[in-house]
C-alpha cells in the first residue's frame, strides 16, 4: 500500500503528555486488570517520566514528528500520559471523549485541542454522555480502519455500543462489535487486544469467547486483505496488542512497541511484522505495571 492510502492510515505526527503526577490510578483499577497496584512505589513518578522521555527520544531520533505537552500539575492526573483515550485527531475534525473514572475526564484540555485543530473543521464532543453513564474512550475504545473505514470495537463498561454507533454514523465508520474477555473479565480497552496497520492487523482472537464473532472480525479484516498476525492471551498481557504503525517525514514505517511487548514476538511473528515496518521499542515497564497501558495508549496520531 502506498500513496494516499498508506497517508490515510499512518500518520507521521503524534501528541504525547509528559505526565506531571504519575502513578497507578484507584479509580481505573476496577475494571484494568492489568494494572498492577503492589509495584506502587514513591520511586513511580521520576521512574514514568525517564521513560517517557527515552520513548520520544527514541522515536525522534527516528525523524518522527513528536509534539510533547506537559501535564498541568493541578488537577492531580494519574492517566495523563495516556491521550489517546481522550482525543483523536481527523482530518474532518477532532473528537472529545467521554471518561467512565472521575479523574480521566480532567485530562481534556482545550488548549490542547486548539493547538491542533485546523480553522473550519469540526470539534465533536462525546464527553456529554457522561452525564448518562455512556462511555467510549478514544482509539483505546475503537481501532480504526481509516482506509476500509472500519471501527473494530470491544464492548466493556469504557466501550459503550450506542456510543460506538453514534461515532460510526458521525465520523463515516462501519462498527465491527464484539466482546473480549481477560480472565473472564471483559477487556478494557480495544487497542489492548488489537491493532490495524496500513496491509497488517495484530489480533487476539484467543480473547473473543464466541465462535461466530472471532470468525466475523477475522473474515473483516481478511477482506480488506491484511494480513493477520494472532497473537495469543498471553503475548496480549505482555502488551503486544498494543502497539501503533507510524512513518517519518520520509515515508519511513515503523511499529512501535514496549520492550515488554518485542520480547513477547516469536521469531516468525518478528519476521512478519518486520515486513510493515522496523520495529522500535523501548523499556515502559513502570507505566504498563502501574496504569495498565502501554505505548500505543501514549501517543494520539495527528491527521
Known amino acids: ?34 494494572q498492577e497496584p503492589k509495584k506502587q512505589s514513591t520511586q513511580a513518578h521520576a521512574q514514568a517520566l525517564r521513560e517517557f522521555d527515552t520513548f520520544v527520544s527514541l522515536l525522534r531520533s527516528h525523524r518522527i514528528n513528536v509534539h510533547v505537552r506537559t501535564d498541568t500539575p493541578d488537577p492531580v492526573k494519574p492517566d495523563a500520559v495516556f491521550p489517546s483515550n481522550w482525543v483523536s485527531f481527523h482530518p474532518e475534525g477532532v473528537v472529545l471523549y467521554p471518561q467512565r473514572h472521575e479523574n480521566r475526564r480532567k485530562e481534556r484540555r482545550i488548549d490542547i485541542v486548539q493547538d491542533f485543530k485546523m480553522p473550519g473543521k469540526k470539534l465533536i464532543d462525546f464527553s456529554i454522555y457522561e452525564e448518562e453513564e455512556m462511555y467510549l474512550e478514544g482509539t483505546g475504545s475503537v481501532v480504526l480502519d481509516k482506509v476500509n473505514r472500519k471501527a473494530y470495537a470491544n464492548i466493556s463498561p469504557r466501550t459503550h455500543i450506542t456510543l460506538v454507533k453514534k461515532f460510526c454514523t458521525e465520523m463515516k465508520f462501519e462498527p465491527i462489535v464484539f466482546s473480549a474477555k481477560y480472565n473472564d473479565i471483559p477487556i478494557y480497552h480495544t487497542d489492548v487486544l488489537m491493532s490495524v496497520g496500513a496491509e497488517f492487523a495484530i489480533i487476539c482472537l484467543e480473547s473473543i469467547s464466541s465462535k461466530s464473532e472471532r470468525t466475523f472480525v477475522l473474515r ?37 512497541m ?28 513502570t507505566i504498563e505495571t502501574l496504569g495498565g497501558g502501554s505505548a500505543r495508549c501514549m501517543i494520539a496520531e495527528i491527521f
Not at 494480513?227 to 515503523?254: A, H, K, P, T
Open 220 to 256: 473483516s479484516l481478511e477482506q480488506d486483505r491484511k494480513e493477520v498476525i494472532e497473537i495469543s492471551i498471553d503475548q496480549c498481557s505482555r502488551m503486544l496488542g498494543n502497539c501503533l504503525q507510524v512513518r517519518n517525514s520520509s515515508n519511513q514505517l515503523f511499529i512501535v
Open 258 to 285: 514496549s520492550e515488554q511487548a518485542r520480547n513477547a514476538l516469536t521469531s516468525d511473528m518478528c519476521q512478519r511484522l518486520s515486513k510493515h515496518g522496523t520495529i522500535l521499542s523501548s523499556d515502559l515497564t
Open 1 to 34: 500500500m502506498g500513496g494516499p492510502a498508506l497517508h490515510t492510515q499512518v500518520t507521521d505526527s503524534i501528541l504525547m503528555i509528559r505526565p506531571a503526577n504519575f502513578s497507578c490510578n484507584q479509580q481505573t483499577m476496577i475494571d484494568n486488570t492489568f
